[in-house]
C-alpha cells in the first residue's frame, strides 16, 4: 500500500538555522510527491512537488529531491526566517489509484528570533 | 480571495445531531475531497468524489455521507455526531488533466465540537 512517515515534531530553530525534515514513502507504483504547508488557523498550501525521479521541487528558498533509490523526499532549506513557523505536511499522489493523495502527520516547525 | 470556501467555519454541537458541513469552488475543478484532521494522524481522507456522479469512500468514511450537489458544490454530513468526530476538517479540490498529477487545493477548513 502507499504512505508516508515524515519525521515527528515539533522542531523549534533559531532563525538562520538550516532546516531538514524528512521524509520518506512507501507506494505501489510512480507516485508524484509534494510538500505543503499549514499556517496557523489556513488550510494547506502547496510549497513544491516533483513527479518523477531527481526532480527537485523548489519554493520560497525550500528545496526537495525525489530520490526513489532511497525513498525520500527531504525537504530543506538553508536559512530559515520566523515567517516560516508552520505545519510541514509531506504528501505522495498515486496515479494507479486515481491521483488519491495520501499524506505524512505533519511536522510542527516554530522558529525563533 | 478564497476560491474554495467552507461554512461553518467553527461549529460546536451535541451527542446525536446531524450536523452538515459544505464546501463550494470557483476554481471549475471537477474532483473534490474531505479530509479529517487530528493532532498526531495528519490528514485522512473521508470521501472524494471525481464528478456529480461519481463518488468514493476514502480510508475513514464510517459515520459519514457525502453530496454533491453540483460540480461545484460537495456537502458533508454527520448523521448523528458522536465525540470522536471532534476534528478540523477540510474540504479540497483538483483538476483532471489527463496524466498530468495535479495538486489539491485546500479550503480554510471547519473546526467541529461535538460535546
Known amino acids: 500500500g502507499n504512505s508516508v512517515t515524515q519525521m515527528e515534531g515539533p522542531v523549534t530553530l533559531s532563525e538562520e538555522a538550516f532546516l531538514t525534515i524528512n521524509c520518506t514513502y512507501t507506494?505501489?507504483?510512480?507516485?508524484?510527491l509534494f510538500w505543503y504547508v499549514q499556517y496557523p488557523g489556513e488550510g494547506l498550501q502547496l510549497l513544491l512537488k516533483?513527479?518523477?525521479?531527481?526532480d527537485k521541487g523548489s519554493n520560497k528558498g525550500f528545496e526537495a529531491t525525489y530520490r526513489k533509490e532511497t525513498t525520500s523526499f527531504h525537504l530543506e532549506k538553508g536559512s530559515v526566517q520566523v515567517s516560516d513557523s508552520a505545519v510541514y505536511f509531506c504528501?505522495?499522489?498515486?496515479?494507479?489509484?486515481?491521483?488519491?493523495?495520501?499524506f505524512g502527520t505533519g511536522t510542527s516547525l516554530t522558529v525563533i528570533p | 480571495d478564497a476560491d474554495v470556501t467552507q461554512t461553518p467555519r467553527n461549529r460546536i454541537t451535541k451527542t446525536g445531531k446531524r450536523i452538515m458541513l459544505e464546501c463550494s469552488q470557483t476554481?471549475?475543478?471537477?474532483?473534490m475531497y474531505w479530509y479529517r484532521q487530528d493532532p498526531g494522524l495528519g490528514l485522512r481522507l473521508i470521501y472524494y468524489?471525481?464528478?456529480?456522479?461519481?463518488?468514493n469512500k476514502g480510508e475513514i468514511s464510517d459515520g459519514y455521507s457525502v453530496s454533491r450537489q453540483a460540480q461545484a458544490k460537495f456537502s458533508l454530513s454527520l448523521e448523528s455526531a458522536i465525540p470522536n468526530q471532534t476534528a478540523l476538517y477540510f474540504c479540497?479540490?483538483?483538476?483532471?488533466?489527463?496524466?498530468?498529477?495535479?495538486?489539491?487545493?485546500f479550503g480554510p477548513g471547519t473546526r467541529l465540537t461535538v460535546l
Open positions: 504528501a505522495l499522489s498515486d496515479p494507479y489509484n486515481g491521483n488519491q493523495f495520501y
Open positions: 507506494a505501489t507504483g510512480y507516485p508524484s
Open positions: 476554481k471549475g475543478h471537477d474532483r
Open positions: 516533483a513527479t518523477k525521479a531527481d
Open positions: 468524489s471525481f464528478d456529480v456522479k461519481d463518488i
Open positions: 479540497a479540490t483538483s483538476l483532471h488533466s489527463g496524466g498530468a498529477i495535479n495538486e489539491q487545493f
